[in-house]
């Protein structure tokens, strides 16, 4: 069954970094942050208010799940947090429209392969 998730897109440069850094493993907050922080090398860092908010946002849409503790050394008062599968299928879909403006803007550039 093909989902629709137009009315999820495009998503804000906060939720994409967060899911994004959630593709991967599932993590706390501040695991997000330092991920977010890591993939964007610095340019990008996610403040507290702003993570919690859209994750709160996310929680609601059923994009992102809270999972329980799995292991001894998972710190029992941090909440983790993980990719559902349907947004496993939105970041997939976003990403591939993103390769499509992308695509769009080097034509209308005229930037090439060697350019890029």
Known sequence: MKQDFDQFLPLSAA???ILLALASEDRHG???MREVAR???GR???GPGTLYDNLQKLLAQGIVEERSPRS?????????Y???RFGRGLLSTEIAR???VVREAKLHLHIGPERA
């Open 39 to 41: 993939q964007s090398d």
């Open 15 to 17: 939720a994409l970094h």
């Open 44 to 46: 990008y860092k996610l």
């Open 98 to 100: 993103l390769e499509g």
């Open 72 to 80: 001894p050394d998972d710190d029992p008062r941090r909440r983790y």
């Open 82 to 84: 993980r990719l559902s």
């Open 30 to 32: 501040y695991g997000i």
